[in-house]
């Protein structure tokens, strides 16, 4: 989501001349766009600023984004080497910003969203490997999970007119991107936001599948508790539309989902998995787990770990509960409790990753022995072999795919023959 925020920046940065360049030392305006969702995040993202403020004490560097949005008061105080501190809810004027920069001002801006929202029809460069893009749907969340500090950052649910959202997918397409990821904090919640509600996601998923093209489209995220089953009927409709699910689940102990504000349990989310792979058998299926929640006890982790076992995810990841100022949960604890659940989580962290993982090699083994299309993403220097992905294979998060081959291009699918598991990763020949 960050990503596309980026470049959002850039295309307006364009419109007074600027061009994007790979490298710091060869850019006279930096944004370190920063995330502001939990604390090691934060911490990552401050330490990037002072280390190119370091490295580059005399460009100008301004911090945009999350952190910007959630904490520019104390920014403001605390980082006051930074040229500007940029909010994330107008994205669009980051150029009126920049000038300001540029003419000697230091400045500090958290803007609402606009009345009338500078949509993304502006994007240009992309930030992502040849051939892949994100679409953004919508801004925000009406969840209240009450560990999650989105709301505060991103605000209630906004989602973008379908005209706005086709019309980028369309530009997506003419540029030659031949998969398009759908992003948003909910996608399911698209469009309830609207009096009228005149369009749902599944009818905007039917609008864009319809689109005229060569391009399959990937969903990521869609909470548990509101997982439309009628997705499953619109994708057996249409092909292009990869079944391919990503679920954040978090836990399986009822009474851990209940203090996170969550409505699922166990049960609940087994049958989805169940329903799911009876409509799709080879569907992949990909969550994420927070580990440490104030409420955990050693039953909730036993149960969480013999959810993981039974749904047998294809991918999934973990993170430890971070302790958020202004979510719902922040005072739940106190600050020696939660440190001791933090050291507690750390390491049985590494007890499930080690379960999932091997969960996640078990079930790439079908694969093995089939033909596939891989989009390649990069050439490999000097040797004929290049990096991509299957389309079980979701950008940034899953696993990869080694091409053996000759003449394959970047941002173009190849016919593959897949040999054999590597860790999470795949090794393939090509066969065309």
Same mark, same amino acid.
């Given at each position: 989501k960050n990503q596309v925020d980026a470049e959002v920046m850039v295309a307006s940065l364009a419109q007074d001349g600027y061009e994007s360049v790979e490298n710091a030392e060869d850019a006279s305006i930096i944004l370190v766009n920063t995330c502001g969702f939990i604390e090691s995040a934060r911490q990552e993202s401050i330490e990037t600023f002072f280390a190119l403020k370091e490295n580059f004490p005399d460009k100008k560097i301004l911090v945009t984004g999350c952190l910007s949005q959630r904490y520019a008061a104390e920014l403001d105080t605390d980082l006051v080497e930074a040229d500007a501190i940029f909010g994330n809810r107008d994205l669009a004027s980051i150029n009126k910003v920049v000038r300001k920069v540029v003419s000697g001002e230091r400045v500090i801006e958290v803007p609402e969203y606009p009345e009338v929202e500078n949509d993304y029809d502006s994007r240009g460069k992309l930030f992502n490997y040849p051939g892949s893009a994100y679409l953004k749907i919508s801004e925000g969340c009406n969840h209240r999970c009450r560990f999650c500090a989105i709301p505060i950052i991103r605000g209630s649910l906004r989602s973008r007119p379908k005209s706005a959202v086709l019309e980028d997918a369309t530009r997506l397409i003419e540029q030659g991107v031949k998969e398009i990821n759908i992003i948003a904090q909910d996608l399911a919640a698209y469009g309830t936001d609207t009096e009228a509600k005149s369009s749902t996601f599944l009818d905007l998923l039917e609008s864009i599948a319809l689109l005229q093209g060569d391009f399959v489209i990937r969903l990521l995220y869609i909470h548990p508790d509101a997982f439309p089953l009628a997705l499953l009927d619109v994708m057996k409709k249409y092909p292009k539309i990869l079944p391919y699910f990503d679920i954040p689940f978090q836990h399986a102990d009822t009474k851990v989902l209940r203090k996170m504000g969550r409505v699922g349990d166990k049960e609940t989310y087994l049958n989805l998995i169940k329903t799911i792979r009876s409509s799709f058998p080879d569907a992949v299926i990909r969550s994420t787990f927070l580990l440490g929640f104030t409420y955990e006890d050693e039953q909730a982790i036993e149960t969480l770990y013999a959810f993981i076992k039974e749904a047998n995810l294809d991918y999934a990841g973990t993170f430890i509960f971070s302790l958020e100022e202004g979510t719902p949960s922040?005072?739940?604890?106190?600050?020696?409790?939660?440190?001791?659940r933090v050291k507690k989580a750390l390491t049985y962290q590494k007890k499930v990753n080690k379960l999932t993982t091997s969960i996640t090699m078990k079930r790439l083994e079908r694969f093995v022995g089939r033909e596939m299309d891989v989009l390649i993403e990069e050439l490999?220097?000097?040797?004929?072999?290049?990096?991509?992905?299957?389309?079980?294979?979701? !950008?940034?998060?899953?696993?990869?795919?080694?091409?053996?081959?000759?003449?394959?291009? !970047?941002?173009?699918?190849?016919?593959?023959?897949?040999?054999?598991v590597n860790g999470i990763d795949l090794e393939a020949i090509a066969l065309s």
């Open positions: 922040y005072n739940d604890v106190e600050i020696d409790e939660y440190n001791r490999v220097e000097q040797e004929e072999l290049a990096i991509g992905r299957t389309h079980y294979q979701a !950008p940034e998060v899953d696993g990869l795919t080694v091409v053996m081959g000759k003449n394959l291009v !970047p941002g173009s699918y190849v016919r593959c023959g897949i040999k054999k």
